[in-house]
């Protein structure tokens, strides 16, 4: 199966959930949910979520000076984050449920 | 990281934002905002994986990397939400389009690299920090250079005040300045990025507005500085250049000779008029050389004095006899206008050989005991004129049917339209 279009429809919430637990730059977060095993993430999604969330009010972000190279942009979670993940994890529990359902159901026949 | 390669991420990085131009600078810089770092991150990532590193070009050249910058920024912008096909369907690529975008990236470069140099000295940071928070000042500037393009553009239909075109003097005017501030800071702020034609347009706009502001505030400053001296000839209420001239005036135009009849409508010649305080009154200025267009007649006509007694030239004794301007030449010595040989001095044609005759008036002849012309002493054929004034009743010479408007012609405030 082509995970990449199945992430395309989750990928708002991972990347929440992954800013929820910790602040991160950009590359930070992809490497959090490769870690996290979602192996197929494009950075250049990634990168444009976090600044859709951000543009949306569900982020907030500052910049982070490096002494060696460019500045990192860090992100975080505000309140308003915090309800849309709260939120979109209740759909992903139920349609996951509904998912794993039809499957195993599937799966009987 | 060796500085070969961060500049590598960073021409990386300026190609990608090259791909999101199209949404206007500030939505490209937002989105791009850190790129360097985080390609310069996954970057090392990859190296310490090995699996890149072995071969030094494929990691010069990034796009085998992160793949094409172009593919790149279209996953970057359709995940950040905007529109994912840029201008290509509707741009069609030409020769001209190629170049105006290949030389802006050559310009946007060199601007940045510019700004990294100027934040390397001291104090530049600071100033690279800075600037960019003026730029809703430029907003402002670029919706008023707007205006005054568009005041200009509408030649003064929208308001021609003394303030015209720089500053608005009417409503119309005042709201099209608001417009044109709010168009400005919206499409500032990055409002319209994604609609192609309005951005074409703001682009342009853009242009103009660089191109145009400095002669624009120049020209403003002029005007400002100037504007003092507005109100004098507007409070004057009237037109300044038909204010203190000489001249008889008759139906809004001036007239170049008078014609005088007496109470039997015969025509009356040299007749000397002068106004209520003696002066005379003249249709024709000094120097003489006017030329002036008589009804019927083709040529236009020049006029001579006569001269008095004391040898004084004398502009008001009517009507004043003349020749067609071609029969004028200036004399030589004195620069002073002279008939050619062979022409003479004519009347020109009257009106009408005869006036209606005057019957029956109601005042008494005692006008007769005070004859013009004392003020100028010589009255050589006024006694014979005003003779047969007296008869009819007629108060003085100069309200005869062609003077009065004349009469005051000499007065701070003629009878002019």
């Known amino acids: 199966m082509d995970t990449t279009q199945l992430l395309k429809g989750v990928l708002d919430v991972a990347v929440l959930a992954v800013v929820a637990r910790e602040d991160g730059y950009g590359y930070d977060v992809v490497r959090r949910l490769r870690a996290g095993g979602l192996e197929e993430v494009g950075e250049a999604s990634v990168y444009g979520t976090l600044r859709r969330l951000y543009s949306s009010g569900a982020l907030t972000s500052y910049v982070v000076p490096s002494d060696e190279g460019p500045h990192r942009k860090y992100y975080g979670i ?3 984050g915090r309800t849309m993940l709260a939120a979109q994890r209740k759909d992903w529990d139920a349609f996951s449920h509904a998912m794993t359902g039809l499957l195993a159901e599937g799966d009987q026949r | 990281m060796t500085t070969m390669l961060l500049d590598r991420v960073a021409a990386y990085a300026e190609a990608v934002r090259s791909h999101l131009a199209d949404l206007g600078p500030e939505i490209a810089d937002e989105l791009t905002d850190g790129l360097e770092a985080d390609l310069a991150e996954e970057l090392a990532d990859r190296s310490i994986d090995g699996a890149e590193t072995a071969d030094d070009t494929v990691l010069l050249d990034l796009a085998r990397v992160f793949g094409p910058a172009g593919e790149y920024a279209l996953e970057l912008r359709s995940a950040a939400g905007h529109a994912p096909v840029p201008s290509a369907r509707r741009l069609r690529r030409t020769p001209v389009r190629d170049a105006a975008r290949s030389t802006w990236r050559l310009w946007e470069a060199w601007a940045r690299r510019l700004v990294a140099r100027v934040a390397a000295l001291p104090g530049g940071g600071w100033l690279v920090e800075t600037v960019p928070l003026l730029r809703p000042v430029w907003w402002l500037v670029r919706g008023w250079v707007w205006f005054v393009l568009l005041m200009v553009l509408t030649g003064g239909t929208l308001g021609a005040g003394r303030l015209a075109p720089f500053a608005p003097d009417s409503f119309v005017a005042w ?13 500032g ?17 853009q242009a103009l507005a660089v191109l145009a502001v400095v002669p624009l505030a120049a020209a403003a ?21 038909a204010a203190p001239q000489d001249g008889v005036v008759v139906g809004g135009m001036y007239v170049s000779n008078l014609f005088v009849y007496d109470a039997q409508g015969n025509p009356l010649h040299d007749v000397q008029i002068v106004d209520d305080r003696g002066r005379p009154v003249r249709t024709v200025t000094d120097g003489s050389d006017s030329v002036w267009s008589l009804p019927g007649v083709a040529d236009p006509w020049q006029f001579a004095p006569v001269v008095d007694a004391s040898g004084r030239d004398r502009w008001n004794v009517y009507p004043l006899s003349g020749a067609p301007a071609g029969e004028w030449t200036w004399d030589a010595a004195s620069g002073a206008p002279v008939l050619v040989p062979g022409a003479s001095l004519q009347q020109p044609p009257a009106p009408f050989g005869a006036a209606e ?12 005991a005070a004859p013009p012309g004392g003020a100028d002493g010589t009255v050589p054929d006024a006694p014979s004129a005003t003779g047969s004034q ?25 009878s002019g339209p």
């Open chain 2, 390 to 414: 007296a008869a009819s009743g007629a108060p003085a010479t100069p309200s005869e049917p062609t003077a009065p408007s004349g009469a005051p012609a000499q007065s701070p405030s003629p």
């Open chain 2, 357 to 368: 005759a005057l019957m029956g008036t109601g005042v008494g002849g005692s006008v007769a």
């Open chain 2, 175 to 187: 709201a099209l300045l608001i417009a044109a501030a709010v168009v400005s800071i919206e499409h």
């Open chain 2, 221 to 241: 400053w002029t005007s400002a500085t100037q504007a003092h001296y507005y109100p004098v000839y507007a409070s004057a209420g009237s037109d300044p250049v």
């Open chain 2, 189 to 205: 702020r990055g409002r319209w990025a994604e609609r192609r034609r309005i951005g074409g347009l703001l682009v342009a706009g």
């Open chain 1, 78 to 80: 505000n309140a308003q």
